[in-house]
């Protein structure tokens, strides 16, 4: 029996809990609140609109939406592979602005913002082990 080296090497969420998959298809994890029905990406456990922390639960969001704003990063920390698209995707239906590495693109061409935009799940970087850091990202629908 042998052990390759790739075989130790992991797929680690960037933030832990951040997504589920089911059936192929990535949903964000947030919160929900069940009084006003406000949605909070990252999660939230008081409802700033309520400033209740009564009734607000982990819930499923979307994984569509559209293009708010994004910049191109051209310099960044050694880990990342720059130049990359860092931006905000309004999520649909909860109308939450997102933070969210942008994907599936051409850097040199210009988004529009109202771009339709999907979710889907990418590496990110390796870490010092080699171990492949995945996150949720946005891409252009197609
Ligand atoms: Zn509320």
Redesign the pocket.
Known sequence: MTTSVDEEKKVIEAIPGAFEIENDHPYLVGTK??????AFFPPRYI??????DE??QKARLGNKGTLYSYTVINVASKEFNPPYAFGFVILEPEKIRIPTVLTGFDLKEELKSGTQMEMVIEKLRNDEQGNEIVSYKFRPVA
């Open positions: 609140c069940s009084k006003c029905g406000a409802c700033t609109y309520c400033l209740t009734g607000v």
